[in-house]
């Protein structure tokens, strides 16, 4: 297994041998005049009358059968006489179920590009709903890094009497870092820091935009058979909250990568509690198995303070007294960090003590994302990935052009003053709404669900493991 090429080839190809994403799936149209009978009704869009040499290929021009058959070019036709309306997508099978949506391979048939289709059922439950998928939608659309999942398109909404769910077309990646992990194949000490160093680099980013993930995991960490890594799902993501007395939710991050703080009960937290989902994500890279398997939180806490040992009061400062109370009436117990050189060869003196900075229990003195990236033990990772993997650096025949800035931040802040204009779910429906119409405009033919295909039925009954118990509590 191969680093090679500086024309940015398959990058450990044998990670994901053979690997084929999803099957192919149409644009059906019932005619070859443009008029699409089936799906959702799409207005005139004048603008597209006139589209430039290089622009997809008009809806119109595309006929398929209702069984899923190939798509067929039409005789070609004046684009000016034609009146556009939207492409309609058929979904193929699921691929994924996040907090608060579902996810599907589907094909563009605007380009026939494999793509990832997200639905965001139950949009309009309650304001709180409201709220997040909202939040989701812009910070989607707001991302522009290589490590972070953004929205490709969104399709055409129907009419605002109709609008309950929402669909974001993204990236269609390979699979997850979970999947590798357990997978037999061999991960080598180069890889683990190729992947360490992506986690990282994005984010740094979201952290810089003042984002918090608050579901680091596995799972939640696409990649590529080129290694290619890129952070997804933002159900639980929110903007960070500069004042410490307002409090936020604890039902944040899957229990295995929780941070002790939310485990203790803390009120308010801060990004710190995303470098610690890393650090565990670093150690089940090392030995191949989660480093904190618990049952319950309480286990969990017990499971963090056999290896880290009993925190001094001044790191539990904000956690609630009956955590406080179960840490203090148990014996004293020694950090135990040693064992961490046991999980793998890869574990090194520098993996460990970089492993070290990252499960501190104090979040106050954990290190930060920024910090981690100067670390020495992934200046290796860092010079592989803008060697042949990045899309920032590229080749000359004089040899290799690197960017001056190999971890950049967001450009500016992600703005949610929008969410204080939302007092109602009916004006939540209508910002949704008005967003994803601006967010179209001047941009590709607009697309539709086709409820013709053979897998509508079961696409549209697909809902999120969360989507139909968020809370109906102010989410915080």
Known sequence: MAFRGPNRQA???????GSEIGHKYFCVT?????????????????????????TPRHPASLIGSAGGGAAIPQPPSNPASEVPTGTEMEPDRPIGYGAFGVVWSVTDPRDGRKVALKKMP??????????????????????????????LDILQPPQID????????????QSDLHKVIVSPQALTTDHIKVFLYQIL????????????????????LLVNSNCLLKI?????????????????????????????????????????????????IFAELLGRRILFQAQSPIQQLDLITDLLGTPPLSAMATACEGARAHILRGPHKPPSLSVLYMLSDAATHEAVHLLCRMLVFDPAKRISGSDALSHPYLDEGRLRYHTCMCQCC???????????????????????????SMLSVWQGKELIHRFITEHQQGKRVPL?????????????????????????KEER
């Open 448 to 472: 539709c669900i086709n409820p013709q295909s053979a897998a509508f039925k079961t696409f549209i009954r697909s809902t999120a493991w969360h989507s139909s118990k968020v809370s109906r």
């Open 30 to 54: 019932s005619t070859s005049t443009g008029n699409i009978s089936a799906g959702l009704s799409t207005a005139p869009n004048a603008s597209a009358t006139t589209a430039p040499a290089g």
């Open 162 to 173: 109709c609008f309950e769910e929402i669909y974001v077309i993204t990236e269609l990646m």
């Open 394 to 420: 590229y080749s000359l025949s004089s040899g290799r052009v690197y960017t001056p800035d190999f971890e950049p931040p967001a450009p500016r802040p992600f703005s949610h003053a929008y969410e204080d």
């Open 122 to 151: 139950n949009v309009f439950q309650n304001l709180v709903s409201c709220k997040r998928v909202f939040r989701e939608l812009r910070m989607l659309c707001f991302f522009k890094h290589d490590n972070v999942l953004s929205a």
């Open 232 to 280: 997804c799902d933002f159900g639980l993501a929110r903007v960070e909250e500069p004042d410490a007395s307002r409090h936020m939710t604890q039902e944040v991050v899957t229990q295995y990568y929780r941070a002790p703080e939310v485990l203790m009960g803390s009120r308010h937290y801060s990004n710190a509690i995303d470098l610690w989902a890393v650090g565990c």
């Open 201 to 220: 680099r994005g984010l740094k980013y979201l952290h810089s935009a003042g984002i918090l993930h608050r579901d680091i995991k596995p799972g939640n």
């Open 11 to 17: 990058l450990c190809g044998t990670v994901f041998p």
